[in-house]
C-alpha cells in the first residue's frame, strides 16, 4: 500500500530534550515535506526536499533541521525543543510536477507537546 | 514570499445548499493552487487542483475557479452533504519554487 508514515504519532516531552520525529514514504517520491499545523494559523512549511541531500528551508525553519540520506526518508530534528513548538506536525511527499505542483500525500501526523 | 489570505474562517451551511470558500494569493508567479480537505483528527488530502493556465475546474460537486488577474481562486461546493463537513485549506506554489503557501483554513458545517 502506497503510503507516508510518521513516528512517533504522539510525542511528550520536556524543554531542551532532542528528539526526532521520522517519516518514510514508500512510492519513490522525490519530493518531501515537513509542516506544523496550529489553530488558526493553517499549515506552515517547516523544510522541504527536492531530492538525496537537497534541502531548503520553508516560511518557519528556526529550531529545526532535517536531512535527506535516503530518497525515503526524510527526519525531522529539534536538537532543543521549547514550549512554542507544541503543535501537529506532518510529513508530506509528492512526485514531480513538471514545473506546476502535484499532489501532495500527508502522513498521519505527529502530535508534539513540549511541556 | 508568497502570502495566501482564506476566508470565510467558518462556514455553516444547511444541507442541499452551496458552499463558496475564497483565497487570494499575493505573488503573481504562483502557477499551482490545491484545496485540501481535513477531516476531524485526518490528515489532510487533495480534493482538486487548478493550474495557472485554466480558468475553472470542476470534479462532481466541486469545482474551482481562478482569476489571475485578481490574483484568487474560489472553491464552490454544490448540494452540500453532512460528509462535506471538514477543515478545507486552499494553497498556493510559485512556479520558481517548491514551497507551497497555505491559506488559515476554513471550517465548513453542514446542518441536517
Known amino acids: 500500500e502506497a503510503q507516508v508514515t510518521q513516528n512517533p504519532r504522539y510525542l511528550i516531552t520536556v524543554t531542551g530534550k532532542k528528539l526526532t520525529v521520522t517519516c518514510s514514504q514508500n512510492m519513490n517520491h522525490e519530493y518531501m515535506s515537513w509542516y506544523r499545523q496550529d489553530p488558526g494559523l493553517g499549515l506552515r512549511q517547516i523544510y522541504y526536499?527536492?531530492?538525496?541531500?537537497?534541502?531548503d528551508k520553508g516560511d518557519v525553519p528556526e529550531g529545526y533541521k532535517v536531512s535527506r540520506k535516503e530518497k525515503r526518508n526524510f527526519p525531522l530534528i529539534l536538537e532543543s525543543p521549547s514550549p512554542n513548538q507544541t503543535s501537529l506536525y506532518f510529513c508530506?511527499?509528492?512526485?514531480?510536477?513538471?514545473?506546476?505542483?502535484?499532489?501532495?500525500?500527508f502522513g498521519p501526523g505527529t502530535r508534539l507537546t513540549v511541556t | 514570499g508568497e502570502n495566501v489570505e482564506q476566508h470565510p474562517s467558518t462556514l455553516s451551511v444547511q444541507e442541499g445548499d452551496s458552499a463558496v470558500i475564497k483565497c487570494t494569493y499575493s505573488d503573481s508567479a504562483s502557477n499551482y493552487f490545491p484545496w485540501y480537505k481535513q477531516e476531524l483528527g485526518k490528515r489532510p488530502q487533495l480534493i482538486i487542483d487548478i493550474r495557472s493556465n485554466v480558468g475553472e475546474k470542476k470534479d462532481q460537486r466541486i469545482a474551482v475557479t481562478l482569476n489571475k488577474t485578481a490574483k484568487h481562486f474560489s472553491l464552490h461546493i454544490t448540494e452540500t452533504q453532512p460528509e462535506d463537513s471538514a477543515v478545507y485549506f486552499c494553497?498556493?506554489?510559485?512556479?520558481?519554487?517548491?514551497?507551497?503557501?497555505f491559506g488559515a483554513g476554513t471550517t465548513v458545517t453542514v446542518r441536517a
Open positions: 494553497a498556493a506554489k510559485d512556479s520558481g519554487d517548491y514551497k507551497l503557501s
Open positions: 508530506a511527499s509528492s512526485p514531480p510536477s513538471g514545473g506546476f505542483g502535484a499532489e501532495q500525500y
Open positions: 526536499s527536492m531530492n538525496v541531500e537537497v534541502t
